[in-house]
Antibody
Framework: QVQLQESGPGLVKPSQTLSLTCTVS??????????WSWIRQHPGKGLEWIGY???????YYNPSLKSRVTISVDTSKNQFSLKLSSVTAADTAVYYC?????????????WGQGTMVTVSS | DIQMTQSPSTLSASVGDRVTITCRAS??????LAWYQQKPGKAPKLLIY???SLESGVPSRFSGSGSGTEFTLTISSLQPDDFATYYC??????????FGPGTKVDIK
């Protein structure tokens, strides 16, 4: 049973970089066949896809965030990570990591529980 | 970007009711559409992918249909556990994935 778990600071200061990690258990990122995404949800609002990474390191980012986003993978630790630079209060949200099968690369079948990140001084 | 709209935004229904939610895309997305259920404080749960394929473990009272720009999610007989917010999401290749604004299903 594959599970995802987000981790990282819950509070980030404006203009700094938000850094989160998603740890995958019960399965190996390096086995391929899946795309690994970050998605966020502003408080009381809808969902926004941030970007995905494949185990090979290939990425695709939402153009609305592309200039500030980096997603990376560490197959040795079975983790993938999100960095979002120059954050503002508008980046305050619950951040989820999620998995999608290759072939249905946007249908997220497994999600982490989510982690709330607040941007505030 | 492909914009997604949903109607209604809120739906009041009773246990046993047949419920239909509509999702529209701003351009054709073929069948690259998923439906999710989200309860307060929880991550979304995948119900339907590729417009009409039922995710493993999801009750058969959930069904999806449509292609191109218009899609529907139907719950054939609403159960107490189904009161939640439902989102559609398109995943057309070479376009950023986008979600609809959600439809909240609450108790009449």
């Amino acid at each position: 049973q594959v599970q995802l778990q987000e981790s990282g600071p819950g509070l980030v200061k404006p203009s700094q970089t938000l850094s989160l990690t998603c740890t995958v258990s019960g399965g190996s990122i390096s086995s391929g066949g899946y795309y690994w995404s970050w998605i966020r949800q502003h408080p009381g609002k809808g969902l926004e896809w941030i970007g995905y990474i494949y185990y090979s390191g290939s990425t695709y980012y939402n153009p609305s965030l592309k200039s500030r986003v980096t997603i990376s993978v560490d197959t040795s630790k079975n983790q993938f990570s999100l960095k979002l630079s120059s954050v503002t209060a508008a980046d305050t949200a619950v951040y989820y990591c999620a998995r999608a099968k290759a072939g249905q690369l946007g249908a997220f079948d497994i999600w982490g529980q989510g982690t709330m990140v607040t941007v505030s001084s | 970007d492909i914009q997604m709209t949903q109607s209604p935004s809120t739906l009041s229904a009773s246990v046993g009711d047949r419920v239909t939610i509509t999702c529209r895309a701003s351009q054709s997305i073929s069948s690259w559409l998923a439906w999710y259920q989200q309860k307060p404080g929880k991550a979304p749960k995948l119900l339907i992918y590729k417009a009409s394929s039922l995710e493993s473990g999801v009750p058969s009272r959930f069904s999806g249909s449509g292609s191109g720009t218009e899609f529907t999610l139907t719950i054939s007989s609403l159960q107490p556990d189904d009161f939640a917010t439902y989102y559609c999401q398109q995943y057309n290749s070479y376009s950023p994935f986008t979600f609809g604004p959600g439809t909240k299903v609450d108790i009449k």
